[in-house]
């Protein structure tokens, strides 16, 4: 008896096609995906077309200078990371019938994360299960969503500017920013510094203070100082935009608690206005449509356990200098 098409078409696909498919449309390109994945162009250019023929779509838009994932190739490709999340949980739910807690945590978090609460439940965690490993991967904001959403990783941590409707979210802290130059800036040994003297002065900001991003409050704060109206530098990373600011690039955006030290040790010091600043909130996020491991459920639940035993003006970092 034969099987009709439909039926027989996961019996015949070589699997780690689809592997090789994802990497290339997560590089934008043929030979960054061979680069990622160890492998000569022409075998990764052979491996794309034998999953087209075997789907009898065209998956990619391949011209020069040019990278283009077609309608079927985008559906294909979003199975494809739902596939590699499911069976990255593998290891751990073998895991599950161990006495000891044994298993694998994957965290996908936006860059500087500091929350001294989040770091008191993973060292205690680590300490009562001392066989669990962890791996953390330092994303965009906008990434992590995606990651949780294709099943990717245990939990991600992150800025949003609103919460996805599929996954589950939970606040882990709030940080308020403030307005700062680095040492080489005229401004920084002045004795006094007035709301108008930073009029048109020159800024740098973070990809996500547009209009709609979870850092927009950010733009109003410049306007309230009279900042100049187009940026000077921009990045995703609060390291880089630490560092633009240290090489007096521009007058930048930072978390107060963060830039604390910095401020100590005579870095950067803090631009008005001191008052009625931006506080942003910084959120854990899980997708309910996993399966989790017994490693992820018991961290999760830990999380939970410890973040609702304390009050979220206690996990609100800046605040005392904000007021």
Known sequence: MHLPQQQRFPWN????????????????????????????????SAALKRLEESTGKQLVIRKPNDFAVTRAGQALYAECAGIFGTISQLPSLMDADQTELRGHLSIVTTSSVMSPHFDDILSNFARRHPHVTYSFSVLESDDVVTMISQNRASLGICLLAKEPEA???????????????????????????????????????????????????????????GLANNWRGVSSSLNEIRRLIMANVGIGALPLHVAERDVQAGHIRQMPPYDDLPLVAIYLVTNPARRQSSVEAAFLETCETALSAIDITQRTYGQNAAL
């Open 13 to 44: 696909l070589d699997w780690n096609l689809l592997r090789t498919f994802m990497v290339i449309v997560e590089q934008r390109g043929i030979s960054k995906a061979a680069d990622a994945l160890g492998l000569k162009q022409p075998t990764v």
């Open 167 to 225: 996954l589950k979210t939970s606040m882990l802290y709030r940080e308020y920013f403030g307005l700062y130059c680095g040492a080489r800036h005229p401004l920084f040994s002045a004795p006094r510094i007035a709301p108008g003297d930073l009029a048109g002065e020159p800024f740098v900001a973070f990809q996500t203070e547009a209009e709609g991003g979870p850092l927009e409050a950010i733009s109003r704060l410049r306007a309230r100082a």
